[in-house]
């Protein structure tokens, strides 16, 4: 019975170890929309973010890749929305590469990204100079009274206190297994030795 016992807290400190290793190589990305851009967080966990790693963009329709690019030191890689995804109304698969075959998907639905801002560069203009004063923007703070905000200000400040809560979200999807997924697996093991155990007494 004591043989028992050892093998099966061996196989348990054996379980732990394998959980918290496939824990570690484990990567995720989450990506959010934060004005005509999209952000994206890579990690492996909450402290250990993706460096130099590959996102690539693809037409989540058409499977097209539309672009590519690297992870900085902290994970993140931000890209213009792309011009074709908006007049396709197509959703974006974003596939991240972090190297010796460790991948993670995420898709960023169009509905998400529909009411974006469009880049200066997306908009056509005959003539910048006499253009320019013209702008929904520029209209807007001419015409605002002085003291109050315009529509694009109140809009940067939504983004830039939305930014930390983005960020939680993000390390919450990094994080690793619950308390309750440790103590299943834990469930699980010594149910394994009861079953071991109940067999061992039956054996004349």
Known sequence: MNR?????????AA??????VSEAHKVNIFAYVEGDTIVTDSGYSRSKRVNDGVVEVYDGSSGELLLSGNT????LFTFV???????RQADLRLLLKAGTG???EWTVKYD?????PRPVSDVVVEDPIQAAPQTPAALAAAAAPAGTLTEAQVEAIVRRELAPLNRMVAEMHD??????????????????????????????
């Open 4 to 12: 028992l016992l050892l093998i099966v807290c061996l196989a348990l």
């Open 15 to 20: 379980t732990l170890c394998l959980s918290a």
């Open 72 to 75: 900085d030191e902290a994970g």
């Open 81 to 87: 929305i792309p011009k074709e995804a908006r007049e």
């Open 102 to 104: 460790h991948q993670a």
């Open 112 to 116: 998400e990204f529909a009411d974006a």
């Open 175 to 204: 994080s690793g297994p619950s308390l309750v997924e440790i103590f299943g697996g834990i469930g699980w093991i010594f149910g394994l030795f009861g079953v071991a155990a109940y067999m061992k007494s039956r054996k004349p």
